[in-house]
């Protein structure tokens, strides 16, 4: 096989170079400037993975300090305006530099074009740019939030946010906005890819999940992204010269500034997760060693969601004055979103069903991620229903539930990608037993934390309250003592996975005996990923096929 | 020590009760349905754990009827959940005719509440028990939510505007009031009680409570005060529309639109005159945007909701409001809801 | 075709699937635009349903003959735009220069002009906080109802919002533009290596097009006092 | 994307009904429509729009993934559109 260019692509004569035994894309250069001039998507994806690991202790660690001050009613650690700026710079910190870029541009800079046989994405030079432009947002919003804080929140509802708040509010939504290029570079430089580069072979309902996954969360990337950059600037324009776009006394609504900035952000919560459920169909697939159970529902289900994520917007405004009618529209709009969901969960569960389940850490995670999002989602539909979404409006009930969605379901299933592709993005493996601790670890943790909110919020503790009756002191400490234990659980894979690098044992090119082209290269993958193009003849997760017939 | 830590809230209104229903409806199809797919996920990863390193597995790719029965089964539980919810939601946006209206103020950090008698508190409300309380809601800044966990009540206090709630108290005690919308430093403690009294003692209550005249008097004084009889007088030389009987009916403008005399209508016409104009009438007011404030623009609607024909005050007459001033009735202001009369402007028009 | 390995990026496998995926990657940010100007228009649109009085009063102040002028312009440049692209696909480097000098012009012109209305606006004092006078709005002759300063206010907010936004894009735009020539005179645009010129274009024509209905939407919104000249017939609904 | 090269007479003619309807446009403000002006302007954008998609942006030669990208932007601006001034359209029914 010289030649492993099929037909449907006209014939170039194009030599690719030849490889030294042994090279990777590691080790093909050193130095500085070879990192940060670098085009290459997997070193990209390594500079994405050291900046969000930055940002993600960062985001924590506010969220420490937070659940250490409600330990007592009486907020005595920090001040109410901390506390405030604590929260703001949390939310803000965890959404835009950490839940929404991790997982497409770690994994998915990393996987996308290994996964359909390419050299590399389509704009290689935007991809990096990309990381520029994400790294300046990052800084910039960093150094509001350090040098004097900003207390809106991460939703900045006007007016406070346009006319009362005394903080650094416009800086910190420079850098958002800034940033958010970087999310909408990242989207299109996945579609064009999808679309135009895929092997010989690949045919669009031969892509694996995890593609499809990012396909539809690049969707909201690209579409949904403007929105928050226009709502942003019409902020920042009311802010600087005090003119009135949302400001009822000048003849605006503050209202709008909701339904824009929603706009955005509710599909930005399937941008969190349609990748990491990408990622759990790849690894329930591979250690049950079973084909997906219902390929078409579940790659339906992920443009589905993608579609309808931006019809259930207003859910977030059922008490906000929006208008009656429009409230029940968009509460049976937010209904038919669950039903994709729970298409995945109930194919991935059927995906076990007489499978050969291997407990492998990336397992415990992508099992973590399906009792987690399958509580969120189910808590969701509380929520969407418009009689009890009225008591549990702002309050804990809504903070358990997006936590189990973006941390138990997002973060969950990125540590499942990351522990599942480590090998081959280092050709190491860490610690078995210190990864399955983790994973322990991180889901009981996770379950003290959240659990006792759900009942707080049903109880009314509303959030972002610094301060709170007494009789809630006793759930919000075993909130506390469940947030301590899942802060052991996230730092704990930053040692053995750094471990790993110097004293893991090699991994191989496919640990895990998986199908898909990613680990058809070594471990790590070369420069150009693959030696000849691939041509792809079966679908995904064939595993149930004597001998992998799927690469020649 | 936990004795005292409670794991519900109280159930203290009419609405606590509808929502928690469908709250505890809620549970158990979503405890179902999580107990079953925890269950199902178990029982195969034990049944089907690997046991050896070449084992097969056959090949399963799916099941189409299956997979239709779970895309639509959940789809008519979920019109279930929707249908409950929107009904519930809907009966509490409409206040029942009888409600008793109290006006609350929100701003950075209090709540500021006006009984149409007259009496005022801060962030406290008193409320007969077995009577539907009508809100009438409104803030000076910043949006804040007014939250009562007892009553399953949440609506957001939206500057420049007023929102509407209502609730029916069924049990008598001393409730949270919580801001839920984040409001700024203090938005923590911009808390208070809800006192929930039997009808005798909050009869008491009121008559204990200094009140300088109903807030229709109040806004009676407001109206002379401002200067607005000058010209809403009842008599031939009046240059603007008298506004006995106003309230509630339809109002032809003189663009040929009709608006409805809505407390939006008459907050929008006191703070921007100029933005609907009756038919046969020349925009002369003047913007009172500035001057008013919240709460007196509450007393003056008050004043004009309870104007009856024959009782425009005397253009002359001094600010102190007269033995015979009109007093609200105590189950609110009747409002015309299934026919609406279309409100005829009295008066000469100032029209050559 | 030794110039195609030039051409080609090492990471595609052929010139067809290149240009594809150009002009494809071109279209998805298009439709990130459509979608950022599709904000300020449903706001727009939001407000100009809420104060119809408002903001006919505020539209018929702004300048039609620039908008117009302008308009034409700007749909001139697309023409030579388009232009350019026919001339790099048949190879004629001349006509290829000549047209993107043309384009570049049109845009200088089209930006020229918007300053001097922005100058105007402000010499009419309608530039909200800069130079504005709430008090000569509660008087206007032929409008139906005197309007709310404030609410004209948001009108022009948007009218500078909407209009400076679209001239951020034109300027990127000529940067661009500036960036082909230097290209097509260096000879690097060909009929094989056409694409920067089709892509380019893509944005150019996208801009003129937000600006075809910000015509309707800011200058034309309300009825506007015809020139004595231009013959007017009597509707009536 | 390489279709077939647009003759220049193709673009001349469109350019030549664009500056037409731009000139529609301007006149038609000077009519007494009431109420329709903006809804006659961006009709007639639309049209105007159409042309330069359709001819200067050559959609008409396009592959079909670039027809995807157009309709999905279209179809996403018409639900930002559509579902934001629903709201504000139904919002004072209910009172009365």
Redesign the interface.
Known sequence: MSSAITTGFVPQAKTRPPRTPGENYLNVAFGVKSWLLTTDHKRIAILYLVTLTILFFIGGAAATVIRLNLMTPNGELVPADTYNKLFSAHGIIMVWFFLVPVVPTVLGNFLVPMMIGARDLAFPKINLLSWYVFTIGAIITLWALLAGGVDTGWTFYTPFSSKYARTNVLPTMIGIFISGFSSIMTGLNFIATMHTMRAPGLTWFRMPLFLWAHYAASIILVLATPVLAMALILVGVERAWGIGIFDPELGGDPVLFQHLFWFYSHPVVYIMLLPAMGIVSEIVTCFSRKHIFGYVFVLWSSIGIAVLSFLVWAHHMFVAGQSVYSALIFSALSYMVAVPSAIKVFNWTATLYKGSIAFETPLLFALGFIALFTMGGLTGLFLAALGVDMHVHDTYFIIAHFHFIMVGGSVMGYMGGLHYWWPKMTGRMYSDFLSKLAALIIFVGFILTFLPQFVLGYLGMPRRYHVYPPEFQVLNVMSSAGASILAVGYVLPLFYMLWSLYAGKPSGPNPWGATGLEWQTPSPPPPHNFDETPIVTTGPYEYSIEESALVH | ??A??????EQASTTAQ??DA??FF?CA??GT??VL??G??LF??FK????AED??????????P??WF??IT??FV??I??L???????S???PPPDALEIFVVGK?WMWKIQHPSGQREINELHVPVDQPIKLTLTSE???H?F?V??F?????V????Y??IWFQPTKTGRY?L????????????M?GSVYVLEREEFRQWLDSQAATGSLADQGRQLFLKFQCITCHSADASARAPVLEGLY?RIVPL??GRTT?A?D?YLRESIL?P??K?VQGWE?IMPTFKGQVEEEDLIKLLAFIKSLKPGQTPVRNEESLPPLDAPKVPPGGNPKP?QS?PTYQPQGKSNQP | MSTNHAVLAHHFENLEQQRETAAFGMWIFLATEVLIFGAIFTCYAIYRLRYPLDFEAASARLNVLIGSINTIVLLSSSLTMALSVHATRVGRQQMLLTCLLLTILLGATFLGLKVVEYYQDYKEKLVPVLAFDPDEWTQIEGVEAPVQPQRVQLMLVFYYIMTGLHAAHMIVGMGLLIWLVIEARRGLLTPVRYMPVEVIGLYWHFVDIVWIFLLPLLYLTGTHQAPPWLPIPPIHF | MSGPITPTRTYYRVFAALIALTLVTVYVSFLELGPWHTTVGVLIGVVKASLVGLFFMHLLHSSKASWLAVLASLFWLGILMVLTISDYLTRHILEY
Request: hydrophobic fraction near 45%; charged fraction near 20%.
């Open positions: 020590m936990f005292e830590v409670p794991l519900f809230p509808r929502v469908l709250f809620l199809v979503c349905m999580a797919i925890a199902l996920v195969f990863a089907y754990h690997r046991r084992e097969r597995t056959p090949r399963i790719t799916g099941n189409n299956l997979e779970w895309t959940p789809l979920f019109l959940m929707f409950w919810g929107a009904n519930i939601y809907t509490v946006s409409l950075q800044d910043v949006i939510d939250s966990p007892a399953r009540t949440k609506i957001d939206i500057p420049g505007r929102m509407q949270h919580f801001c839920s919308q984040y409001c700024g430093t203090s938005h923590a403690n808390v509630g003189k663009d409805v809505d939006a921007y100029e933005a104009i925009p809801r609406v």
